[in-house]
């Protein structure tokens, strides 16, 4: 399998962790009685720090070293 196609899969990976991410935060905040659209807010943003991390650490890790 090439690069191309192994980082693709890791990125859906990632769109799929972000989504379980998204959906758990605003379900236990909403259960804990905060207001919908600041949970949405609140658990969307935690979604995109998730990607972020991922994405960057483990989907488009670089080979070599920097100079």
Do not use: C, H, P
């Amino acid at each position: 399998m090439t690069n191309k196609w192994i980082s693709f899969i890791k990125f859906a990976l990632v769109g799929v962790v972000n989504t379980l991410i998204d959906f758990v935060v605003y379900a236990l905040l909403t259960t804990i009685g905060v207001n919908y659209i600041l949970a949405q807010w609140i658990s969307y943003s935690v979604g995109i720090l998730n990607s972020y991390v991922m994405n960057r650490k483990w989907t488009f890790e670089r080979k070599e070293k920097r100079q």
